[in-house]
């Protein structure tokens, strides 16, 4: 059972940026995909961005030049730099790992940006 905790979410002003990680633990394999979800409240979740353990990204389009996910493969880690934040971008942000055709979810870091 892979368990997933996030940190650094927060409160921030619009046009501020904030970095979220998410460490991975209980197993001994690399994990093929990790990446970022978000939800708004009355809305589905949502794919931020990913990363494979090869290094390719894939973005939601509204975040595509503010936001950059980056990972650790050795430690099964993954970050992600939100820059330009907009109101837009309020949501509960949750981590993922996809291991062996198994999705694992972190409970969720709130992100809030407002004046």
């Known amino acids: 059972q892979v368990q997933l905790v996030e940190s650094g979410g927060g409160l921030v002003q619009p046009g501020g940026s904030l970095r979220l990680s998410c460490a991975a633990s209980?197993?001994?394999?690399?994990?093929?995909?990790m990446g970022w979800y978000r939800q708004c409240p009355g809305k589905q979740r949502e794919l931020v961005a990913t990363?494979?353990?090869?290094?390719?990204?894939n973005y939601v389009e509204s975040v595509k030049g503010r936001f950059t996910i980056s990972r650790d493969n050795a430690k099964n880690t993954v970050f992600l730099q939100m820059n330009s934040l907009q109101p837009e971008d309020t949501a509960v942000y949750y981590c993922?790992?996809?291991?062996?055709?198994?999705?694992?979810w972190g409970r969720g870091t709130q992100v809030t940006v407002s004046s």
């Open positions: 990363m494979v353990t090869g290094g390719s990204t």
């Open positions: 993922n790992a996809r291991l062996l055709a198994l999705d694992f």
């Open positions: 209980g197993t001994r394999f690399s994990i093929s995909t």
